[in-house]
């Protein structure tokens, strides 16, 4: 038959642990798997500003028809806005230009395709670890994927080594960043860092592909988009994956966009017909409801504002759990070991616990976390940090 000589492949490491978790009988299970934030009681709710606005869509959308190559204009006039800042240069300038995209991955896989199509021969260079799916996306467009080392073996940011990775890459290569909250490490670049890596990207006349996914949950949503106006400001061309599905909530919407950044207005139209070609031929046209739940929320200052509230407020709790989870580890003299979740930035943190002891929390305590040792941290319930405490420290005995 035609089909005998497929095999199985296995299934996804983090969307599988989704499944597992969901078929787990036991009541006192954790979530700690899948990116996806969870409030204090344990739901992913609708955010308000989000359902205000599906209201407004309700009302007033007249037409479901296409929306065209690069999607809706104003969720890319709002999202370049957001991501570069309202007053960014770059726009005045018409040198930048959004392609909403299903989601940020649907906006890697567009770089992706773009980097192998227009760009041919380049290799593109991902921090180890990252996240699994950059490693996937980019092998199957058919780039070769190369690493630069991001964290040490003591779990700890090695900025020193990164910097001479990348000193090493050839003249002309992609190299792939995290903007913040790295996934899935948690560890994020201090501004000198991040002006060091800069000189290197301009002196190996590098690409930057900067991957946005989590503005508002590191440090706020300004103070997270430093790194790429830093980026955008001082270098002629950057590609930047943003994501709407942790910050505004849209997960199962899949809205996202790459931004590209171009060295003249004039180049930014030859481009974006490329983007709008590969486009075409990945997905059509991107799904509306998601961008224009988020064109309408930006796009009016009350509902902006609410909705910014509620990010501060995810953001806020996702610090407060990091903090609340060290507390309840010191009885079991386990603070100092796991600092670093305090430092880290973001939903996830790269505990240090190793793939045995994974197993072991999933098998024994049903914890479920990512095989590397990631936690998503804002899927804590924090009326049972004790437990989960008492679990981590039976595996670390
Ligand atoms: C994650 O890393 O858990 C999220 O980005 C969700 C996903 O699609 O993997």
């Known amino acids: 038959m035609h089909f005998d ?23 006192r299970k954790f979530d700690l798997g899948v990116g996806v934030y969870k409030d204090a009681q344990g739901l992913t709710p609708v955010l308000q500003s989000v359902k205000l606005a599906e209201q407004r869509l309700v009302d007033r959308q007249g037409s479901k028809t296409y929306i065209g190559g690069h999607g809706f204009a104003e969720f890319g006039r709002q999202i370049n806005a957001l991501v570069l800042g309202a ?16 989601g940020g991955t649907g906006a890697l896989r567009l770089s992706a395709d773009f980097i192998a199509q227009c760009l041919p021969g380049r290799g593109i260079w991902l921090s180890n670890p990252t996240w699994p799916i950059h490693e996937t996306i980019f092998n199957i467009a ?8 991001y ?49 290197v990207v301009r002196s190996r006349d590098l690409l930057p592909l900067i ?63 490329q983007l709008a070609n590969i486009a075409r031929n990945l997905w059509s046209t991107p799904p509306d409801h998601g961008a224009a739940v988020v064109a309408t929320i930006l796009g009016d200052a009350d509902l902006k504002t609410l909705w910014a509230d509620e990010v501060e407020g995810m953001r806020t709790r996702i610090a407060q759990l990091r903090s609340s989870l060290l507390q309840a580890l010191e009885p079991h003299g386990l603070r100092e070991r796991f600092a670093h979740i ?9 505990t240090g616990l190793s793939p045995e002891q994974v197993k072991q929390l999933r098998d024994s305590h049903s914890v479920y976390m990512v095989g590397t040792g990631r936690a998503n941290v804002a899927g804590i319930d924090a009326t049972r940090l004790d437990s989960l405490a008492e679990a981590i420290a039976q595996v670390c005995k």
């Open 5 to 27: 000589a497929i095999g199985r492949v296995p299934g996804d490491p983090i969307l599988g642990l989704m499944e597992a978790y969901a078929q787990d009988p036991n009541p």
């Open 87 to 102: 007053d960014s240069p770059l726009i005045a300038a018409q040198r930048v230009g959004a392609t909403q995209t299903p």
């Open 142 to 149: 058919g780039l070769k994927v190369s690493h630069y080392p």
């Open 151 to 199: 964290v040490g073996s003591d779990n700890r940011l090695d900025v020193e080594a990164m910097l001479a990775a990348l000193r090493q890459v050839p003249k002309g290569d992609v190299v792939l960043l995290h903007a913040c909250c790295h996934n899935p490490t948690g560890f994020d670049l201090s501004h000198d860092d991040w002006r060091r890596v800069l000189e």
């Open 211 to 273: 991957d946005f996914a989590y503005q508002g949950f590191g440090d706020g949503l300004e103070q997270d988009a430093w790194a790429v106006r830093l980026f955008a400001n001082e270098l002629p061309e950057l590609l930047i994956t943003s994501s709407c599905s942790k910050n505004f909530g849209l997960y199962s919407d899949r809205t996202g966009a790459l931004i590209v950044c171009t060295r003249s207005a004039e180049k930014l139209i030859d481009v974006r017909s």
């Open 342 to 350: 305090g430092e880290q930035r973001g939903m996830f943190s790269y």
